[in-house]
């Protein structure tokens, strides 16, 4: 993890046996998501776990990963299990950009209740 021009650049190498490849994962933090993680108390691991384990969500031009108990690798201990559970990483659609992390009781029947796409019109009332 590198600290550039007061930006969290968090970069991690994921590799997979079974395709014998390895690629570079880099994010970048804008101001916003730096607040926030550090106002909630969530680390860089913990959105890397969120990343690498959790199930991505594509809505409003956003990618939401969600990384439930259930997502957790088997390995991990139980108290751990519940410390990184349940947490919600936003990241911008177009970029690897952090916008926000954040943590919830039931993350994805939040994210699935969530519209597609952001309305764009303009409703006039009667």
Known sequence: MKNQNNELQISWEVTS???N???TLNFTHSQHSIKR???RNIDPYNITLAIDYGIAFFKQGLIFYVLGEN????H???NLRRKYSNLIVVIAGDSN???TC???KNPFKHIKKKQKNISTKIIYAA
Not at 71 to 74: A, V
Request: glycine share 0%.
């Open 97 to 99: 950009t952090i916008l």
């Open 37 to 39: 993680a550090n106002q």
């Open 102 to 104: 954040y943590k919830s």
């Open 21 to 23: 490849k390895s690629e």
């Open 17 to 19: 046996a079974k395709l």
């Open 71 to 74: 997502n957790l690798p088997n």
């Open 76 to 78: 991990m201990a139980h």
